[in-house]
């Protein structure tokens, strides 16, 4: 048995969806294409519900809320989770860049002086960030550690996040890795660049959201215990009634002919 409690699964209309980091719109828009043609939302998204706040954070599933927000469609099946709830967890990624040096991402951000570059020894990094008084570091594996800008309100935080990621997306391989994991993604000769977000808190989220200040995307961690996959739920404009009565119909379905299967595993996805 698990303390995991089933997932909640309700339609929610679109524009009750904050999202809280950017989309790709080339990914959005190759996603609405293959939405339209199979007709069928296979993950939900997970959306937070957040007390004294009415709209519900997409915490998962930016690209799958825009893509379907670009279809004109007016509702989405979606989890619903209690984002006050100690067991979802929000960490950060650090992207790790291939094809671009150190020298050449502090030089497309020379002009940008709130994102000025400043020395900081590696040791010292991790506390810089979590006292905000850098908005984000580089580091590559000759030892080199560089520090970004200092600490604003949270929607200029946001803004200049995005002009960082703004500087090396398109122009390098990205990867995103736990933060733990870069110092081995990295090598001595500096082909490498780890550029270390800051975790947020849930509240910052919160605030982000509801402001519609948007973080870059692929740099928040959302670990939600739970998930709800392979839901499949028919994509259309049905009435959002009927559309509840058809989950709570399927769910009901699948509930009594165990058609539902709890892993407590975790799991590594190769065809992803």
């Known amino acids: 048995m698990t303390n995991v409690p089933f997932p909640t699964l309700r ?14 719109g ?4 190759r996603l609405a294409a293959r939405l339209a043609a199979d007709g069928l939302l296979r993950n939900p998204p997970i959306l937070g519900r957040h007390d004294g706040v009415e709209s519900l954070i997409v915490l998962d599933g930016a690209t799958r809320v825009t893509a379907l927000r670009s279809m004109g469609m007016p509702h989405v099946v979606a989890q619903v989770v209690d984002y006050d709830d100690a067991l979802i967890q929000l960490h950060a990624w650090t992207h790790v860049l291939a094809g671009m040096s150190i020298d050449a991402l502090t030089e497309s951000l020379a002009s940008d002086s709130e994102l000025a570059p400043w020395p900081c020894a590696a040791g010292a990094v991790s506390d810089v960030l979590a006292r905000h008084e850098a908005l984000a570091y580089l580091a590559v594996g000759d030892g080199r550690c560089l520090a970004l800008g200092r600490s604003t309100n949270i929607a200029e935080r946001a803004a200049a996040l995005r002009r960082l990621f703004g500087a090396y997306a398109g122009r390098a391989t990205i990867a995103r890795v736990p933060p733990a994991e870069w110092p081995a993604r990295i090598d001595a000769q500096g082909a490498r660049v780890a550029v270390v977000y800051p975790t947020h808190t849930k509240a910052e989220i919160v605030s982000l959201a509801q402001a519609g200040a948007v973080l870059p995307a692929g740099i928040t961690r959302h670990i939600i215990p739970g998930r709800a996959l392979r839901i499949n739920a028919p994509i259309d404009r049905a009435p959002l009634a009927e559309k509840q009565a058809w989950l709570d119909d399927w769910l009901r379905e699948h509930s009594a002919g165990h058609g539902v299967r709890y892993y407590a595993e975790p799991t590594f996805l190769f065809d992803e």
């Open 26 to 29: 080339v990914r959005v828009e």
């Open 11 to 24: 339609v929610v209309p679109l524009d009750q969806c904050l999202l809280h980091e950017e989309t790709d």
